[in-house]
């Protein structure tokens, strides 16, 4: 069965700056889906960025990208330019491939604190 | 825009009532899920439909049954409420069709807190 491991229970960055939120994950399989949801204080949960592993380049979206090792089974997270409303519990996602692998399997989650 | 609904953000019951929790997505997606989320323990699936009618289970089934009559609705239902499945209940949808939303993420509904005292 595939985990996901998220390794920092919380984590804290200054606004402007730059943070890093780590995942890393356990699968047999060599096609699969990543990604990153955010969690704010208001509770619903929206996608941030994903990255297909056949895909060797790292996804980006605006301040957010990741960085995918796909040997070392690492999937973290960049957030640049950090702003007050980035702050959230953030999720690292992983889920097979194929239209019969219909599961998410989450990590535990890092909850970002932004400080002003 | 996807939109999943649920019923109630905060709900409140006793012990041994019969709770329903009612999702309900506007997309025509396939796929609906129910999760519980607690503190420490990220979310954990607890059933999920991949068509009317049709059902599997998640990681953590026991004390839950679910109910999908229609493509766009999908139900919780705990039989007998007990204190530990106090927790927060998301929904979530997604379609295996390239396009709407392709690549298979899933759209949360805002939640809802049950507290079972």
């Known amino acids: 069965a595939q985990t996901v491991t998220q390794s920092q229970p919380e984590m804290s960055v200054q606004e402007a700056e730059t943070v890093t939120l780590s995942c890393t994950y356990d699968t047999s399989e060599s096609d699969y889906y990543l990604f990153w949801y955010k969690q704010p204080p208001s509770r619903q949960m929206i996608l941030v960025i994903r990255?297909?592993?056949?895909?060797?380049q790292n996804a980006t979206e605006n301040r957010f990208s990741v960085n995918f090792q796909k040997a070392a089974k690492s999937f973290s997270l960049k957030i640049s330019d950090s702003q007050l409303g980035d702050a959230a519990m953030y999720f690292c996602a992983y889920k097979g491939y194929g239209g019969s692998n219909y599961k998410l399997t989450f990590g535990k989650g890092t909850l970002l604190t932004v400080n002003p | 825009d996807v939109k999943v609904t649920q019923s109630s953000r905060y709900l409140v019951k006793r012990t041994g009532e019969k709770v329903f929790l009612e999702c309900v997505q506007d997309m025509d997606h396939e796929n609906m899920f129910w999760y519980r989320q607690d503190p420490g323990l990220g979310l954990r699936l607890i059933y999920f439909?991949?068509?009317?009618?049709?059902?599997e289970k998640g990681d953590i089934p026991e004390g839950y049954s679910v109910s999908r009559e229609k493509k766009e609705r999908f139900s919780l239902i705990l039989e007998s409420a007990s204190t530990n499945q106090t927790s927060m209940y998301l929904c979530a949808s997604s379609s295996p069709r390239p396009g709407q939303g392709g690549n298979y993420e899933q759209y949360f509904g805002p939640g809802t807190r049950l507290t079972v005292t």
């Open positions: 439909s991949y068509d009317v009618k049709m059902k």
């Open positions: 990255q297909e592993a056949y895909k060797q």
